[in-house]
């Protein structure tokens, strides 16, 4: 049916409804290779009041073996593959838009994402980053106690080596003794903070697996501290003794005769001036023994003051680590025995897979002469039977 419908311009810049140019082509039935390639469109093009762009109206009237029809089928192509090129560029240019914005949604919502999870992080291991800061500061301190003590050691051979040690390796046994003592407080109240820490989150009941971390890492960092100062006990201790029995070795020289128990009273009064009083200084041996003597026990004065000062150290830590020794030994006890449990547990493996093995040969053997058997049977039936 034909209608009517008032001229009308079509540019590249306004392009026809998409429906309807959809319509359009469909219903003319335009084949791909007459649209391919499509010429470009630059005129914008002009309808005549015969034309119209309504779906209901035609461009040209059908009539078999008409010239009319084909003059009019000819304009109708190419109005046609202008329309379809205007269609198809606004397309792109949508596709174009569409991707964009996807895109940048995209951009922006992984950035959120990645900000999120970035402030998760931050906030959920702060503290335990932290905390295992302090272990590492600890255990530093620790090692550097531990490396002290073996200074010690040889400072002392070096001193019991010589009659008269000089001022420079007394100094630095001085200097070496001293930084022990700071070091190892620094341990004790960084160990401390840590306990009232774990105590306050115990009281407000909150037992994690952050806190169980914790109070592990705060057992074994008191334990070794422990260790180490015990060994730093020990060589003072076994220092005083060697110092005492150099003393007892001089007097012996100069001719005086003491036993132990008068030995530990002089020591321990500080009254040396009364077994060395009465010592002739006749000779010149007699003079350097009278010297060592004297500087002996000045040493074993210093070395008892030392040993005075980080006795409170000893006592608490101790204490600290005696109420910890069951869950100290009791992880200890895991850990030496998780290695026979995981030895145990391959083997235990290996011989599941070989007896897996050896069940399926044998299920396999038995479906065999499963298989067998009843063909001997239906064998044996069918004979039967037949006869």
């Given at each position: 049916m034909v209608g009517q419908a008032t001229s009308s311009t079509v540019s590249a810049g306004q392009p026809l409804p998409l429906l309807l140019l959809l319509w359009e082509a469909q219903r003319r039935s335009v084949p791909h290779s007459d649209l391919?390639?499509?010429?470009?469109?630059?005129?914008?093009?002009q309808l005549s009041e015969d034309e119209s762009c309504m779906p209901d109206i035609a461009y040209g009237k059908e009539s078999e073996g008409s010239d009319s029809d084909s003059q009019t089928n000819s304009q109708n192509e190419h109005f046609d593959q202008n329309e379809l090129s205007d269609l198809i560029r606004d397309l792109n240019l949508y596709k174009e838009s569409s991707e964009l914005l996807a895109s940048r949604l995209k951009e922006k919502n992984a950035k959120d994402?990645?900000?999120?999870?970035?402030?998760?992080?931050?906030?959920?291991?702060?503290?335990?980053?932290?905390?295992?800061?302090?272990?590492?500061?600890?255990?530093?301190?620790?090692?550097?106690?531990?490396?002290?003590?073996?200074?010690?050691?040889k400072q002392h051979s070096a001193i019991l080596a010589a009659p008269n040690p000089d001022e420079k390796t007394k100094q630095e046994l001085e200097d070496l003794t001293a930084d022990i003592k700071k070091t190892a407080n620094k341990v004790r109240s960084k160990l401390k903070?840590?306990?009232?820490?774990?105590?306050?989150?115990?009281?407000?009941?909150?037992?994690?697996?952050?806190?169980?971390?914790?109070?592990?890492?705060?057992?074994?960092?008191?334990?070794?501290?422990v260790e180490v100062m015990t060994e730093y006990n020990a060589t003072q201790s076994k220092y005083r003794d060697r110092c005492k029995d150099r003393i007892q070795r001089q007097l012996e020289i100069t001719g005086r005769t003491t036993t132990n128990e008068e030995l530990e009273d002089m020591l321990e009064s500080g009254k040396l001036a009364i077994f060395t009083d009465d010592i002739k200084m006749d000779s010149q041996m007699t003079?350097?023994?009278?010297?060592?003597?004297?500087?002996?026990?000045?040493?074993?004065?210093?070395?008892?003051?030392?040993?005075?000062?980080?006795?409170?150290?000893?006592?608490?830590?101790?204490?600290?680590?005696?109420?910890?020794?069951?869950?100290?030994?009791?992880?200890?006890?895991?850990?030496?025995?998780?290695?026979?449990?995981?030895?145990?547990a391959v083997s235990d493996t290996k011989k599941a897979v070989k007896f897996q093995s050896k069940a399926r040969r044998k299920k396999i053997m038995i479906i065999i002469c499963c298989v067998v058997l009843g063909v001997v049977l239906a064998s044996s039936i069918g004979g039967t039977l037949g006869l």
């Open positions: 391919l390639p499509i010429p470009p469109f630059h005129e914008p093009l994402s990645d900000d999120d999870e970035e402030v998760v992080h931050v906030d959920r291991d702060h503290f335990m980053d932290e905390f295992f800061e302090q272990v590492e500061e600890i255990r530093d301190c620790i090692e550097k106690l531990s490396e002290d003590v073996e200074q010690v050691k903070a840590i306990e009232q820490s774990i105590e306050q989150e115990e009281g407000l009941n909150r037992f994690s697996a952050n806190l169980r971390i914790r109070k592990t890492q705060h057992s074994t960092l008191s334990r070794k501290f003079k350097q023994a009278l010297n060592e003597i004297e500087t002996r026990h000045n040493e074993i004065i210093k070395l008892e003051t030392s040993i005075r000062e980080l006795h409170d150290m000893f006592v608490d830590m101790a204490m600290l680590v005696e109420s910890q020794g069951e869950m100290i030994d009791r992880i200890e006890y895991n850990v030496e025995h998780s290695v026979d449990y995981v030895e145990r």
